[in-house]
């Protein structure tokens, strides 16, 4: 478990129950107040590369969660450096509630799963946007080669903390795309074997 990522999401409340239900000794270690980010390792940033979708949470000022599904082509999520994170918000149904909740509160927890491989990486930061015409060279760099969807605005991501959650309770599942990879292989298994046994 990342350390920061500890500080930040145990809170007080939090301790509390983990003490009554016994597993705050085990996680007391893991909190180190008032640290600087580590940064994303070479295993995260290879890792948000692969993912053609993710889950971001953002809360209302009513106090309100409110989680969205993000999907695209794979990396999409643009690794900019190893403390932020971009992608292009293009335009959708134009309800803006995860724009409305961060104009109010910057906060973000973003959850990525890798299905068949059954891991799951966990981001906490704070957003702001990026316009065409603020940073044009920066708003470039979210770009999705190929889509034509009309981009908004650039969400930044700064990241404060990330963790690698268990593998536990992660049903795996594959794209279209992996299952018609898998079945052309198997086909093509499939005929070497008839060629050989056609020869006998």
Not at 63 to 80: I, M, N, S, T
Not at 111 to 124: E, G, S, W
């Amino acid at each position: 478990m990342d350390r920061i990522f500890a500080s930040i999401a145990f809170t007080p409340t939090i301790k509390a129950i983990q003490s009554r239900l016994g597993s705050r000794q085990k996680y007391a270690d893991f909190e180190v107040k008032g640290a600087e980010p580590a940064g994303l390792s070479q295993r995260e940033v290879e890792f948000i590369a692969s993912c053609d979708s993710f889950y971001q949470a953002t809360v209302s000022e009513t106090g309100w969660p409110y989680v969205q599904h993000r999907g695209g082509a794979e990396g999409f999520l643009k690794v900019l450096d190893t403390n932020t994170l971009g992608y292009a918000d293009f335009r959708g149904n134009q309800q803006y509630v995860s724009a409305g909740n961060l104009a109010n509160n910057d906060g973000i927890a973003l959850i990525m799963v890798d299905y068949p491989n059954r891991r799951r990486l966990k981001i906490m930061g704070h957003v702001h946007w990026v316009h065409l015409s603020d940073n044009p060279a920066l708003f470039k760099r979210l770009v999705v080669p190929g889509y034509a969807g009309h981009i908004e605005r650039g969400c930044i991501i700064r990241v404060e903390a990330w963790d690698w959650n268990c593998s536990k309770h992660i049903t795996p599942r594959y794209t279209e795309q992996t299952i018609e990879s898998r079945i052309a292989q198997y086909q093509q298994e499939n005929s070497a074997q008839q060629n050989i046994l056609n020869t006998l």
